[in-house]
């Protein structure tokens, strides 16, 4: 799992290439809600190897984010050969993080 928000993270180009199931994470490092979810997020990614998690530094004038329609941290969007096939904003349970690993990996 990754640690850090990237800043700047990949490119909405990048992502959309990217092959296999991926996550992309956006949030803050100094976000409460991100700092609650990051257990939740770790424990399930930890039970789905292989699946590219990326944490995205958001805000005001971000691209990638908004190219998302990013509104709230963190929102969490699964991706199955870059396209966007779930998503969880401010998940409150690790099921919130397996249901969309599930739409990604199965």
Do not use: N
């Amino acid at each position: 799992m990754a640690d850090r928000y990237e800043d700047p993270g990949p490119s909405r180009d990048e992502v959309d290439g990217w092959d296999g199931a991926a996550v992309l994470e956006f949030g803050a490092d100094w976000c409460g809600y991100c700092q609650g979810a990051r257990p939740l997020v770790a424990e399930a990614l930890s039970e789905t190897p292989g699946v590219r998690h990326v944490k995205v530094a958001d805000g005001k004038g971000k691209p990638l984010g908004r190219s998302f329609a990013v509104k709230l941290w963190p929102t969490l969007i699964f991706l199955k050969d870059g396209k966007e096939v779930a998503r969880a904003v401010r998940p409150e349970s690790a099921d919130e993080v397996r249901r969309g690993l599930a739409a990604v990996s199965g």
